[in-house]
C-alpha cells in the first residue's frame, strides 16, 4: 500500500550537514519527497509532538533537544513508507542500530540520533499536522 509518514531530521543533524544525505538515501531507495520545511519546533510543538514521552525522566531532554536549533521536516511517501523508513533509520539507540542505517551509521547518543520517523500510519498522520498545519501536501 502507498503509505505517506513523517521523517525529521533533527537539530544536531541538521548542524552536522546531514539533511541532504538523509534524503539521498530516502530516494535512492525510491521514496518520495510530498513537501518539506527548514523550522524551527516551538515548545507548544515539541509538547505536541513527544506528547507520549511527557513525564518520562528524557522528556525535559528531548523536548530542549528539538528546539535547540532548526530541523528538517519531510512528508515522505511509497510502498509500506512507515515500516520502510523505520527500517532505513535503525534503531533508537545508535548503540544498538545496525551499520547501513541512518543512526547505526550517523547517530551519536539517544538525543542526538539523527532523525525521528513516524512509528505508524496513525503517528504519521497526527505528526504530519503538526508540521504541516496546511495538511502535509504541495500547494500551486
Ligand atoms: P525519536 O524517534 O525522536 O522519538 C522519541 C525520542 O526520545 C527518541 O527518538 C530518542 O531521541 C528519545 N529517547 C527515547 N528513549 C530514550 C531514553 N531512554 N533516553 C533518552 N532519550 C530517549
Redesign the pocket.
Known amino acids: 500500500m502507498i503509505e505517506r509518514t513523517l521523517v525529521l531530521v533533527k537539530p544536531s543533524g541538521v548542524a552536522r550537514g546531514l539533511i541532504g544525505e538523509v534524503i539521498s538515501r530516502m530516494e535512492r531507495r525510491g521514496l518520495t519527497i510530498k513537501v518539506a520545511r527548514l523550522l524551527v519546533v516551538t515548545p507548544e510543538m515539541a509538547a505536541r509532538h513527544?506528547a507520549e514521552?511527557k513525564g518520562k525522566g528524557?522528556y525535559d531532554?528531548?523536548v530542549e533537544h528539538i528546539t535547540s536549533g532548526p530541523i528538517f521536516a519531510m512528508v515522505v511517501e511509497g510502498p509500506s513508507a512507515v515500516k520502510v523508513v523505520r527500517r532505513m533509520m535503525g534503531a533508537?539507540n545508535p548503540l544498538e542500530a545496525d551499520p547501513g542505517t541512518v543512526r547505526g551509521d550517523f547517530g551519536l547518543d539517544?538525543?542526538r540520533?539523527v532523525v525521528?520517523s513516524a512509528d505508524s500510519l496513525e503517528s504519521a498522520e497526527r505528526e504530519i499536522a503538526i508540521f504541516f498545519p496546511e495538511g502535509g501536501e504541495l500547494r500551486t
Do not use: P, V
Open positions: 513527544y514521552h528524557f531532554e528531548l533508537t539517544m538525543r540520533n525521528h
